[in-house]
């Protein structure tokens, strides 16, 4: 029997309610990067993408500045406590807002913006390194390996003439994120019920003769309403042929009646924590029986798969429950159908470990590990008329999967 969550507190601090405690939280992140670093021979970890500056030093990125390295940057050195490197003088709000990092280890960072400065890259390149070996030095640690999980040319170059040891930080922050404590479990159970009320304000919503854009315009405004959220990566909304093979975004299409629409909260994010999750919706008419058929194929898949999660599992027997690409849509490999049957972990990334698909599982499987967060999502359709998604976000405890989306998903939704 697959368990449905029923615990998730409020979203602000209260005197009388223990809620999410986050000082333990941030301890928690920090002690298990600094273990990841130990398992690989780390004397230093530096961190450019967004999730792992956040895993490290419990700060936020601004909008403007995610998806660009080196705006903003992290080091972590063996036996210190974390250096941040902050986008302009940003840093003095970092001093007032962030108690838990030593003020002193604060600066200011050194960008070149992807190479959009041009010739002063190399020079930017070059006070960026300089600043990294001298934390290294004040620490001991210059001569040990240090792990990046991003690098460029650029860096690359330089590094090399500072005689920087340097090699993969990404592995262990992506072991470090996989396994999340009790807080960012509750974290998660938030997320998913924001994710429930926003379907369920969009089923109110919803009607024939509306566009696509529209649904998706709706859905921002509720989520932003919402205390603690701070980004909306997308609303998919796809709805007739758009949604078969899925186009995974959204246009100004005219929902006719009797369309099926999938909808997707993609990476809706509460204090950094993020979502996904699909559901299918027939508006203004009750759905074909061939299309009712079509969903309950999907379900079947999707629940024949989440009852393989439990603790000491891998993702290959996950993987297993789902038939071929070739079988099911007649591709000739799997790659073609990828995302179609797939699951992803779930946390300050959109993508954490787990990753479950019949293109790397089978071969390559993982073991389900109690404090693992992940969706399981699973598709069908006939190509440019109509198509069906399903998706259900779980964390996993001791005695398997919790299932931590509630939204009807046993049937398809029917707007009249």
């Not at 020079?123 to 999980?149: C, H, R, S, W």
């Not at 919706?281 to 194929?297: A, L, M, R, S």
């Not at 300050?348 to 967060?373: C, H, K, N, W």
Request: hydrophobic letters at 40%; proline letters at 5%.
């Amino acid at each position: 029997m697959v368990n449905r969550s029923t615990s998730s507190f409020g979203l602000v601090g209260t005197d009388w309610q223990q809620r999410i405690n986050w000082e333990r939280l941030r301890k928690y992140r920090l002690n298990r990067a600094r273990e990841a670093m130990k398992r690989h021979g780390l004397g230093a970890l530096l961190a450019m993408y967004d999730e792992n500056v956040r895993y490290i030093s419990s700060t936020v990125t601004p909008g403007w500045c995610r998806l660009k390295p080196g705006l903003r940057y992290a080091l972590l050195c063996e036996g210190a406590e974390p250096v941040l490197f902050e986008q302009g003088d940003i840093g003095i709000q970092i001093n007032r807002h962030c108690p838990w990092i030593p003020r002193d280890n604060v600066r200011y960072a050194y960008s070149w913006i992807k190479g959009a400065v041009g010739g002063a890259s190399r020079q930017q390149v070059k006070k960026f390194t300089n600043a990294i070996v001298e934390e290294m030095k004040k620490y001991g640690v210059d001569k040990a390996p240090l792990g990046v999980d991003f690098i460029d040319l650029n860096m690359i170059n330089a590094f090399k003439e500072a005689e920087i040891n340097w090699t993969d930080g990404a592995s262990p922050m992506v072991e470090a994120r996989a396994i999340k404590n009790e807080d960012e479990l509750e974290a998660m159970r938030i997320v998913a019920a924001i994710c429930d009320g926003c379907h369920t304000a969009i089923s109110h919503f919803m009607k024939p003769g509306m566009q696509e854009h529209q649904i998706t315009a709706f859905a921002m405004n509720f989520l932003y309403n919402i205390p603690g959220i701070e980004d909306v990566e997308d609303i998919i909304v796809s709805s007739g042929p758009n949604s078969w093979p899925n186009w995974r975004h959204f246009s100004d299409r005219i929902i006719q009646p009797g369309d099926l629409v999938i909808i997707d909260m993609a990476a809706v994010t509460w204090n950094g924590y993020k979502s996904c999750m699909y559901r299918t919706y027939c508006v203004g008419k009750k759905p074909t029986k061939e299309q009712n058929d079509f969903y309950h194929i999907a379900y079947e898949w999707l629940y024949r798969a989440i009852e393989k999660v439990k603790p000491g599992a891998t993702t290959k027997e996950i993987a297993e429950v789902w038939p071929s690409a070739m079988e099911t849509w007649g591709y000739k490999e799997e790659d073609q159908a990828a995302a179609n049957l797939w699951g992803h972990g779930l946390g300050l990334a959109q993508y954490d470990t787990p990753v479950i698909s019949r293109i790397y599982s089978l071969d390559f499987p993982v073991e389900i590990r109690p404090g693992m967060s992940f969706a399981l999502e699973t598709q069908h359709g006939k190509p440019l008329q109509w198509g069906v998604r399903l998706e259900e976000m779980m964390v996993v405890t001791d005695k398997g999967p919790e299932v931590t989306t509630q939204f009807p998903i046993e049937e398809i939704t029917v707007i009249d």
